[in-house]
């Protein structure tokens, strides 16, 4: 009897645990748009019920009937944010807008996402920390040509805003730029002797070491040339460099220019974003 009365227990508790399942679910999904319902109607299809989905951001798109969704989608031991435009019948990576020129799809994705980097706040590579309304934090090659043309497009909209704004560096040299582990370390050598040089405004493609070196050699004193590349060459700046790295790989950085506007992620150069997601921040 004792066993029976146990079973019973057991399949009451099972049954509860199905329909608490079943509520948390549906809790999550009645408060939400049609289209957002649609997809993550389509995903549980895919994944024959298996994923759990939880939405993150739902944000309408004015004056159309599409929304950003944001979701968390969790198969097994495999979890994963997942972004979405759509209306709940269509899905779409490149919503432009015809008056603006704006990818609605890049925009609304950097402005639900928030990622937190550590930085040194005596570490400032442009502009004023401590009236700062907008931090910038910039993942960024020497050698890399859509970070020279950042660096060139945007200086003068950076400038407009150097009150409003502080930009912090992070060395992220690409594998395949040969010279950009180098021109990391002239860097923050320079920096040393209280330079602060333009790493931009040069072409090193096909140079040499020497031809490099030489380059930032005549802008030294006389007497700083020997400890210009004893500094070079040391641990305090190559382990600087691998922090850098470090942090860019932890937090998905994979090419540069990589950007993060007050946490806000964008990847790649983006100009048009890049200056509408500041005006957005220094508007709040």
Not at 42 to 63: F, W
Not at 133 to 161: A, Q, R, T, W
Not at 216 to 235: M, Q
Not at 243 to 248: I, P, T
Request: charged fraction near 25%; hydrophobic fraction near 35%.
């Amino acid at each position: 009897m004792q066993y029976f009365k146990s079973l019973t227990m057991l399949y009451i508790f099972l049954v509860a645990i199905f329909i608490a399942q079943i509520n948390s679910v549906f809790a999550q999904t009645e408060n939400h748009s049609k289209a957002t319902k649609s997809i993550i109607k389509y995903l549980n299809k895919k994944s024959q019920g298996k994923a759990d989905i939880i939405v993150k951001k739902e944000i309408r798109i004015p004056e159309s009937d599409f929304y950003y969704v944001l979701l968390d989608f969790s198969l097994g031991d495999k979890s994963k944010e997942l972004s979405f435009i759509t209306n709940g019948k269509y899905i779409t990576n490149a919503l432009i807008d015809l008056k603006t020129g704006k990818n609605l799809a890049k925009y609304y994705e950097s402005i639900s996402k928030t990622i937190d980097v550590k930085v040194s706040k005596n570490k400032v590579y442009f502009g004023e920390p401590k009236n700062a309304k907008v931090e910038i934090i910039v993942f960024s090659d020497f050698e890399c040509p859509y970070c020279k043309k950042m660096s060139n497009e945007l200086g003068s909209f950076f400038n407009k805003h150097k009150d409003d704004i502080v930009i912090y560096y992070k060395h992220f040299p690409l594998s395949f730029h040969k010279n950009a582990k180098l021109l990391a370390k002239i860097y923050e050598a320079g920096k040393h002797f209280g330079y602060d040089w333009n790493m931009y405004q040069y072409s090193y493609k096909n140079k040499s070491y020497e031809e490099i070196t030489g380059i930032f050699e005549k802008k030294l004193k006389e007497d700083e040339i020997g400890k210009f590349y004893k500094i070079l060459n040391s641990p305090s700046i190559t382990q600087k460099i691998k922090k850098n790295m470090k942090q860019g790989k932890d937090i998905g950085v994979r090419g540069t220019p990589y950007l993060l506007i007050n946490s806000h992620p964008i990847n790649g150069y983006q100009p048009e974003l890049i200056k509408n997601l500041i005006k957005k921040e220094l508007e709040k």
